[in-house]
């Protein structure tokens, strides 16, 4: 009997583990708990591309004869690839299909990886860091349009703000990570990591992921129509507001991320295996926010969630105008205590944003999400390359960029639903 039982339960594993591009036929079958586990590993590699190996940017300037600021481009090359593909990402999905795309997105991360772990030259690292970019996005734009593809109101609310606490501690593990190759090993060994965690990932998509786009509903591959599409939505001034508004409020912890060789050894005068000190406080403020984000969906409307983050992102910037002004005592855990705050509001605010901003385009929600990841990557890109190292080892100018950042988010946001109300009065008799 207990033989029997044994086979039972394999065959059942085994059919659970089929190999299909088959749409599912009902989202109530979908495994929400393992689908919340898989994307969050899938938008993880991102945060791993670009957090892990900042620890060694030191190492890496003394390996190729170079100065900091030329080390940055290779994570400015990164983001440039990065904001570009993803804005073609949820248009294959719409064309090909979300797994199909998931998984061969993720063995060319692989390739690139790779490659990046095996150049000679601080130039052929920048080419590979560009290729690493152009493949990454796939797992946080295609991850997006699953969950709507599935869900919608509250659950798609609750199962987007589990993504995104699980995909928090991304931000936090690969900065350790990164710190102990730092000082136990060579720079090259970030990207045999990646090279390893993408590959595993594509076999995990392979094996886990559901298809939830039918054919019937996919887009023509015909240039005309998807350049109109994307000329439609460029031209939506709701949708494009609302999307600089989520863009916005990420930069205010995206200069710490970006410059975190700069704030942590220059400012903070932190070894490289003590970046944790800086990382962890602000991942640890994104999981509590998604976790209050989850707990409230349905409770809430989606923009009395919003709401909620917003007053917890003004009070981070208040923070950050007392710490500037030396009104808090000095030491790492009151430097990190505003960016903690700030990215508690994050938590909350982003998965009902990003939601009220793809249901701006219901019929192209994986066009939607690559304009969305596309508008919020170039802009850390930018800031990274342009506003970055203007902020060199000037503590206060980052805690000015949580203060401002915070308000010009809650502004544009307020712009975007009154436009969207101005349309919707517009359309009525």
């Not at 892990?52 to 940017?57: G, H, K, W």
């Not at 928090?168 to 060994?189: K, M, Q």
């Not at 009104?327 to 605010?349: D, F, N, Q, R, S």
Request: charged content about 10%.
């Amino acid at each position: 009997m207990h033989c029997d039982t044994m086979r039972r339960n394999l065959l059942k594993n085994k059919k659970k583990m089929r190999i299909s591009f088959q749409p599912v036929d009902n989202p109530d079958k979908v495994n929400t708990h393992l689908l919340s586990w898989l994307l969050a590993a899938c938008s993880m590699i991102g945060p791993f591309a670009t957090d892990m190996y900042l620890p060694s940017f030191h190492q890496m300037a003394q390996a190729f004869g170079s100065d900091l600021a030329g080390v940055q481009m290779t994570l400015s090359s990164y983001l440039a690839g990065f904001a570009v593909m993803t804005l073609f990402y949820g248009t294959i999905s719409d064309m090909f299909g979300r797994k199909l795309t998931m998984v061969t997105g993720f063995l060319c991360f692989s390739a690139s990886s790779l490659g990046a772990a095996t150049s000679d030259s601080l130039s052929m690292l920048v080419l590979w860091r560009l290729c690493q970019g152009i493949f990454a996005g796939c797992g946080m734009v295609i991850g997006m349009a699953v969950i709507r593809d599935l869900f919608g109101g509250p659950k798609a609310q609750m199962l987007m703000a589990y993504v995104s606490m699980v995909f928090g501690f991304g931000p936090a593990l690969a900065p350790v990570i990164g710190g102990i190759v730092a000082t136990h090993l060579s720079w090259e060994s970030h990207f045999y990591i990646l090279t390893f965690i993408s590959a595993v990932l594509a076999v995990l998509c392979l094996l886990f992921l559901p298809e939830t786009l039918p054919k019937e509903k996919r887009m023509s591959p015909r240039l005309g129509t998807l350049l109109s599409n994307y000329a439609s939505a460029a031209r939506h001034g709701a949708f494009m507001t609302a999307n600089t508004a989520l863009a916005v409020a990420f930069l205010g912890q995206g200069v710490f991320i970006a410059g975190a060789a700069d704030w942590c050894v220059e400012v903070m005068h932190l070894s490289p295996d003590e970046f944790w000190k800086l990382f962890l406080p602000m991942v640890s403020g994104t999981v509590i926010g998604s976790w209050i984000s989850a707990r409230i969906a349905g409770r809430l409307s989606t923009q009395g969630t919003i709401r909620v983050g917003f007053c917890v992102m003004f009070a981070a910037g208040v923070f950050a105008l007392c710490t500037m002004s030396g009104l808090l005592p000095e030491g790492i855990v009151w430097a990190v205590l505003p960016l903690m705050i700030y990215t508690i509001g994050i938590g909350i605010v982003r998965p009902g944003m990003a939601l009220i901003a793809m249901d701006f385009l219901p019929q192209s929600r994986g066009l939607a999400a690559s304009m969305q990841s596309f508008v919020q990557t170039i802009f850390f890109a930018l800031c990274s390359a342009l506003l970055v190292p203007l902020l060199f080892g000037n503590g206060a100018l980052y805690d000015l960029a949580i203060a401002g950042f915070g308000l010009l988010t809650i502004s544009l946001w307020l712009i975007a639903m009154n436009m969207r109300l101005h349309k919707s009065a517009q359309k009525q008799p």
